[in-house]
């Protein structure tokens, strides 16, 4: 491994370790709208975040806002205001990715099960932190997410997936 990426690991186990993860897990409620997003929380509280702020600042939600599903939420109190700028639906994150080097699926409770046995470096665990999608060590943006297709983006690129079935 070189000396840039070893650095790079090195930022991001600090960032994780030293910075608290601002984002709100639950699920999507019923009363989610086209610009609100209302979240039962893991703790069972019921929050309401907008989805367009004042200034018609739209929030950026990937995997869409199917009631029920699982979601992953960074968000701001802005002017009394409860402000999603970030939402990962988890529920439609979860499944079979595949592209032409790697073939994994990512499950419930962060684990990722990669399919192909001579893969050097296979992600073996996942997690959301700070809006950011965690892959080991890897840290990736989630820059769209749907029924069929994932796109991620880090300092070494943009990396597409296609759901497999």
Request: charged letters at 25%; glycine letters at 10%; a negative charge.
């Amino acid at each position: 491994m070189d000396k840039k990426n070893s650095n790079e690991m090195l930022k991001v186990e600090e960032k994780t370790s030293s910075e608290p993860d601002t984002t709100i897990y639950g699920v999507c409620g019923e009363g989610t709208a086209m610009h609100t997003l209302q979240l039962i929380t893991d703790v069972g509280d019921t929050l309401e975040f907008a989805l367009l702020d004042k200034y018609d600042m739209q929030a950026n939600v990937q995997g869409g806002l199917m009631s029920g599903d699982r979601m992953a939420v960074v968000g701001a109190d802005i002017n009394g205001e409860r402000v999603a700028s970030k939402v990962i639906n988890v529920t439609t994150l979860l499944g079979k990715w595949v592209s032409l080097d790697k073939n994994f699926e990512i499950e419930e409770g962060g684990t990722v099960k990669s399919n192909v046995k001579a893969e050097t470096k296979s992600w073996t665990s996942w997690k959301i932190f700070n809006g950011h999608l965690l892959l080991n060590k890897d840290t990736f943006d989630i820059i769209s997410l749907g029924a069929d297709s994932l796109y991620l983006e880090n300092n070494n690129g943009i990396f597409v997936y296609k759901r497999q079935q």
